[in-house]
């Protein structure tokens, strides 16, 4: 039934290929209710942060076990789960064990950390679906210029991280993004300064400077159109070339 479900999801857009794996740790391991309890309000969090994005975690994996009468299909974490007086946490992780989907996919095989699983649609945006999660696990607005100074995620959230090819790429272009900044800076600034020297003028030599900058954009991207001809395709960020170029 699982796979149906997910079967349907891609109908609408759903690429289970690519998500963003979102860890809650738990140092001692998922011990009580209040753990359970813990995980369920984090998926209400998710799920209204990402409305528009399938999440998955203990909070919608379904336990389905025969009772004798009947195929019983209760969710693994759930209000009437916390709301059972009878709860025993040692028999809600033999359930857990017995699962091959959700043990040691969406729980940790010692229970010492969960999953929350946001899958991707199609074609989606990868940097600004990166910035919004990260935005998220900050629980705070990151406005422009801090995006470009900024090269790491730090978590709101106690015992939360955040992984996944997804915000590895994302930390990658972040991290881009400020070397291009502060190289490309500490060029202009550093020929100017020897432009000043040559021809002792302070107009002149920022002029200069900057059509270096001009000159290395122009071959830089004439490169890498003429390797792209020659059948040597680039893939690389061309500002990023321009601004180790600069330097």
Known sequence: KMDIHVKELKKDGLNASEFIPIIMK?????KDRNDLGTILRFD????EAFPDLGVMSLVDAVDYHDT???LANPKFISRDTLDDQNLDIES???SVRKNSGVYGKLVGKEFEYAVFAIYLPQGYDEIPTYRRVTEFIEQRHINLLQWYTKTDIE???????VAGWVVARGLVDASINVDVLMLS???IILASAIFYLSIGSIRQAVMTALGVV?????WVRGSIGLLDIMG?????RVFSIIGYTNC
């Open 26 to 30: 738990f140092p001692d391991g998922i």
């Open 44 to 47: 209400k969090k998710l799920k």
């Open 68 to 70: 004798g009468e009947e």
């Open 92 to 94: 809600w992780k033999h």
């Open 155 to 161: 978590p709101f959230f106690e015992n939360v991280m």
């Open 185 to 187: 800076t500490l060029g």
């Open 214 to 218: 001009l000159l290395s954009i122009v």
């Open 232 to 236: 040597i395709p680039i893939r690389e």
